[in-house]
């Protein structure tokens, strides 16, 4: 049904910025639940953002640092991420799903921070 694709990743330096784009296909942003995850080597994928049409989320160690946003014309989601860490570098994902849920994942995208 809804297909996933991130752009925009890339390697930085401590302190730059990046930002991450999801494209969307076969349904709605308008009406979905969407999401940033991240996933280092070795480590569990961990929730970042998130977005509803009501509300966005984020997780404690980004919080301040990075911004979720979707554009609806598009079927877009974004990603803003400024005051990068080597900590931040992971593969990130894009989500989405029903209100309340991720049932459908991209394929992510490579962030490496340098320090």
């Known amino acids: 049904q809804v297909q996933l694709v991130e752009s925009g990743g890339g390697l930085v330096q401590t302190g730059g910025s990046l930002r991450l784009s999801c494209a969307a296909s076969?349904?709605?942003?308008?009406?979905?639940?969407m999401g940033w995850f991240r996933q280092a080597p070795g480590k569990e994928r961990e929730f970042v953002a998130g977005i509803s049409w009501r509300s966005t989320s984020y997780s404690d160690s980004v919080k301040g640092r990075f911004t979720i946003s979707r554009d609806n014309a598009k079927n877009t989601l974004y990603l803003q991420m400024n005051s990068l860490k080597p900590e931040d570098t992971a593969v990130y994902y894009c989500?989405?799903?029903?209100?309340?849920?991720?049932?459908?994942w991209g394929q992510g995208t490579q962030v490496t921070v340098s320090s």
């Open positions: 989500a989405s799903g029903p209100p309340g849920r991720y049932d459908f």
């Open positions: 076969g349904g709605t942003l308008s009406s979905a639940t």
